[in-house]
């Protein structure tokens, strides 16, 4: 089983590449809208998604429990589709939330400003100016919302195995590409670890959202993580009776001496709901 994320600037052919990718390797493409239709179906609200979907949000939208509940739902349903087998992600985050993660590769596309203004004139039937207020538009909300969320610089080639110029490059020749790099870094041996680690972040995710949204239990920040059988509870709550609660909640899931705490206790902490 493998995993292919694609981080894209506007007009460098994100889209264009991971569908001929998925098609290359057949791999199912998971993209924004499927994503979408996941996490709703989690009865997450339309409203949400516009707020926070690929963008910074707002001042007063960064001090809700909504942005909360859209990041968890998020890496829900991305960690679920993967699960599911051998897929290409574009967008969301979804390199940053398999960093580590044995078998997966991430890409990232960029191209030439020039090219991505004619392309942009292209598609929209704008002048350049337009074009210029597009594209910078869309490189504020992907840089904002990978700052934001995951903490990172969405354009720093460090976070990626594959940069890929694709201002004269069709998407089936950088597909092809990257089947190459796929096929060097993707091992036979890498599976079991791949899907170990897979189980553990979707369990991590299973114990937060059995912990807040089934018991309802207010720890802030709540984070969850889980190695070899160990799972390791981090946040804010303002009792150490809540600390119990949550670490009682985590043993509903999985076996007792396997459960510690990290949690910090801050009396009188609150948030914004």
């Known amino acids: 089983m493998a995993i292919i994320t694609i981080s894209r600037e506007l007009a460098a052919l994100g889209d264009e590449t991971a569908h001929e990718l998925a098609k290359l390797l057949d791999y199912r493409f998971v993209d ?3 994503l979408e239709e996941r996490i709703k179906a989690c009865g997450v609200a339309g409203r949400k998604l516009e707020r ?3 963008r910074k949000p707002s001042f007063w ?7 909360d509940d859209y990041l968890h739902y998020l890496k829900t349903v991305i960690l679920n589709e993967a699960m599911e087998g051998n897929c290409v992600f574009i967008g969301r985050g979804a390199g940053v939330i398999f960093k580590n993660v044995p078998g997966v590769l991430s890409v990232f596309l960029v191209a030439p400003y ?7 004139r292209s598609y ?13 538009q869309s490189d504020r909300d992907r840089v904002g919302f990978h700052r934001y ?24 020749v950088c597909a092809e590409s990257i089947k190459h790099i796929r096929d060097c870094f993707c091992s036979p041996e890498s599976e079991p670890l ?13 114990v937060k959202h059995h912990i807040l949204y089934e018991k309802g239990t207010a720890v802030h920040f709540l984070e969850v993580s889980v190695s070899d059988n160990t799972v390791t509870l981090y946040g ?14 985590a043993k509903d899931m999985i076996s007792p001496q396997s459960v510690r705490s990290e949690i910090q206790v801050v009396q009188e902490y609150s948030i914004m709901p």
């Open 32 to 34: 924004k809208n499927t």
């Open 52 to 54: 926070y979907d690929e």
């Open 61 to 67: 939208a960064s001090l809700s429990q909504d942005r």
């Open 114 to 120: 020039d090219i991505r203004i004619e392309r942009v």
């Open 124 to 136: 929209f039937h704008c002048d350049e100016k337009k074009a210029r207020q597009i594209i910078e």
């Open 149 to 172: 969320f995951f903490d990172i610089d969405w354009k720093d080639p460090g976070n990626y195995q594959l940069t890929l110029n694709t201002g004269h490059l069709h998407p089936a």
């Open 194 to 206: 791949h899907v170990k680690r897979l189980k553990e972040l979707i369990l991590g995710q299973r």
């Open 236 to 249: 804010v709550a303002n009792s150490q009776a809540l600390v119990e609660v949550a670490v009682s909640a």
